[in-house]
């Protein structure tokens, strides 16, 4: 007896077991890459605090999200409203006392703000909502005041803010709330181009989208072009980890132009086996869970979660391959950074409890299944 009961504490990993194995993988993975494309903040620091720094992250975002896959989806439903007001008030606090309108205590609250408007948003969505003045108040309003928020920080994050939620409102299938969503959209880019001025980083926006279709091909000198010649350089097989030549003079190498850097060292085949492929595959491992979810929260969580992710490596890997302007996103679970880190594992924390509550359905439904079996032959 004891002897089972030992066997029975510890660590479990519940939920789909290939995404904990892909996770996994990329997490090591993150750690080569980003030792070779901060090399030269090593150099400059004189030791390797900044690596490990980044292995401290994962270590915490992993602790994170196994807490994360044993909370019940109800625990999280009741908590989403709570999230989205604090996550507001972060932003707000930012707002006012931070001087470039991102950071807070070297943390990034917009990071946050993407994950607790999916959850908010897949929670309201689930429910009925009446009327259109009903759908304008809890699910318009709250998406404008965050974007409102982060605008004067991050224009990248708004649109991936205002694309998931067109997502997920497609995903929910009103026809009425469609119709709304996208007036609001139209409403609110019309609002953005008559007050531009006001918000620091339009300008900036502005700047990289025109430089961006103003040249086929990037300036010599710029971020966009030793990206560019990185991959150049890696061609289509590559075998040369650490021996990047390029790493020392992008400024971003370990964070927006990071798969630049894998293409250099690993080749165009190692970066699709290492970076594309792993996210093809989580992608069927999500779309399947999302097929097996009984309810519309649980499906519209994770579709929004991982939507954002996928979106977010997309544009990670367009920047690098100069088919995007620069955005400043970074690669999910491979750039360096804290605050991205722990946001892409609690979404992963997020869609694993998901995972754990299909398969325990499963379960139930199998045994629910034998036991009618056994019945018919009694």
Not at 315 to 334: A, C, F, K, M, R
Request: glycine share 6%; net charge positive.
């Amino acid at each position: 007896m004891q002897q089972n009961k030992n066997r029975t504490t510890g660590i479990k990993l519940e939920g789909d077991r290939q995404i904990w194995r892909l996770l996994f993988i990329l997490a090591l993975f993150s750690i080569l890459a980003v030792s070779s494309s901060s090399y030269k903040l090593t150099l400059y620091k004189g030791n390797f605090s900044f690596i490990f720094s980044h292995v401290m992250y994962l270590f915490a975002g992993f602790v994170i999200m196994y807490v994360l896959h044993k909370t019940s989806l109800d625990t999280v439903k009741k908590l989403a409203p709570v999230a989205l007001l604090f996550i507001a008030l972060l932003l707000l606090f930012v707002l006012i006392f931070s001087p470039n309108k991102r950071w807070m205590l070297g943390a990034q609250p917009s990071e946050f703000a993407k994950i607790a408007i999916v959850v908010y948003l897949a929670k309201t969505l689930s429910e009925k909502i009446k009327t259109g003045i009903e759908f304008i108040i809890l699910v318009v309003l709250p998406v404008g005041i965050y974007c409102g928020l982060i605008l004067f920080g991050h224009t990248s994050t708004v649109l991936i803010i205002g694309l998931n939620a067109v997502v997920l409102v497609l995903m929910a299938a009103n026809r009425k709330h469609i119709a709304v969503t996208f007036m609001s959209v139209l409403f609110a880019a019309a609002v953005y181009m008559a007050f531009e001025s006001f918000f620091p980083r339009s300008d900036t926006a502005k700047s990289r989208i025109s430089t961006f279709f103003e040249r086929v091909e990037p300036k010599s000198g710029s971020q966009e072009y030793y990206a560019v010649q990185a991959i150049n350089r890696g061609g289509v097989i590559a075998l040369r980890p650490g021996k990047s030549k390029y790493r020392e003079k992008l400024s971003e190498a370990n964070n927006d132009f990071i798969y630049a850097i894998i293409v250099e060292e690993y080749g165009l085949f190692g970066g699709i086996i290492f970076v594309v492929l792993p996210y093809l595959y989580l992608f069927y491992r999500v779309i399947r869970i999302i097929k097996r979810c009984k309810k519309p929260f649980p499906a519209l969580m994770t579709g929004g979660l991982f939507f954002m992710i996928i979106v977010q490596t997309l544009i990670n890997i367009g920047v690098s391959v100069h088919v995007l302007p620069v955005t400043g996103q970074n690669l999910p679970l491979i750039s360096s950074g804290g605050s991205s880190i722990i946001a892409t594992c609690i979404a992963f924390g997020l869609i694993l409890s998901v995972s754990r509550l299909v398969e325990t359905q499963k379960k139930q439904l199998r045994i629910k299944n034998q036991e009618a079996v056994i019945k018919k032959r009694n």
